[in-house]
């Protein structure tokens, strides 16, 4: 069986100074866990301070919050993927809902950068996820689905280490939170996806995300379907993510 995987995805918080803060708060109540990952998501300019901060940890992931997908060029604030890595990257969170929603990204710009991470040696971490009217119309699975879709073509061994993130764009931030039922259903639909595609589904790690609190964390991740999950304000405590990430497994 894979791991789990506790992300913080820190969004536009926690500057190198903060994080370098974050991380000596939370590694005190962190050692070192064999049955299960914790990935974080800061803000490229942090990105090296943590990596550097965690380079002993190998139950420790460091991922940049979304890169471009051209090797390099006249991109105006733009983050290549060899960058990403040098600067101590190892994966990337790709798709995310407010990339999608507030930055407009397409289908299509994030399948490129699915591609670019995978050439350039970083896991994408794939967000997918539907609107509180897409929900109400009955078409979760519909919108799911053609997320995925940007990773028709691959290799069913590469799908496997590319872990997904069902995260309701209705539960981002908001308090409200799919119950582990909902989730399980979506997740189980993202499996089957993925096994039609000739992937080992029960390999694929799908996460959780949307208002993941301490007092859920143990619920979603209790549901067999809930292989993790991706939190974003309830990660900017280091004492609060530290009890979170060390929620009990069965
Ligand atoms: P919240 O945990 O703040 O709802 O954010 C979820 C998220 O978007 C993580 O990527």
């Not at 090296?48 to 965690?54: F, I, N």
């Not at 991109?75 to 999608?100: I, K, N």
């Not at 119950?179 to 996460?207: M, S």
Request: aromatic share 6%; charged share 25%; hydrophobic share 45%.
């Amino acid at each position: 069986m894979s791991k789990p995987i506790f992300a913080a995805n820190w969004k536009m918080h926690l500057g190198p100074d903060a994080a370098r803060e974050f991380l000596r708060t939370f590694l005190e109540s962190y050692p070192p866990a064999g049955d299960r990952e914790v990935w974080f998501f800061p803000a490229a300019v942090a990105l090296e301070t943590v990596a550097r901060a965690l380079a002993d940890r190998s139950d420790i992931r460091v991922g940049a919050q979304n890169v471009h997908w051209e090797p390099k060029g006249a991109f105006t604030g733009e983050l290549a993927v060899s960058m990403a890595r040098a600067a101590g990257a190892q994966a990337a969170l790709v798709g995310h809902s407010e990339r999608r929603h507030v930055f407009g990204e397409t289908d299509e710009e994030t399948g490129r950068k699915v591609r670019a991470l995978l050439e350039g040696g970083l896991i994408p971490m794939l967000c997918v996820g539907e609107k509180i009217e897409e929900r109400e119309a009955r078409a979760t699975l519909k919108v799911v689905q053609r997320q995925l879709a940007v990773l028709d073509g691959l290799d069913s061994g590469v799908l496997e280490r590319i872990p997904i993130a069902y995260e309701p764009v209705w539960a981002i931030g908001t308090g409200k939170t799919a119950t582990p039922d909902d989730a399980a259903e979506v997740h189980a639909a993202i499996r089957a996806w993925l096994g039609e595609r000739g992937a080992d589904a029960a390999a694929v790690r799908v996460l959780y995300g949307g208002s993941v609190k301490p007092d859920n964390v143990a619920a979603l991740i209790a549901e067999p379907q809930i292989d993790g999950v991706l939190v974003g304000g309830a990660s900017l405590n280091p004492v609060a993510w530290s009890e979170m990430a060390r929620v009990a497994l069965d």
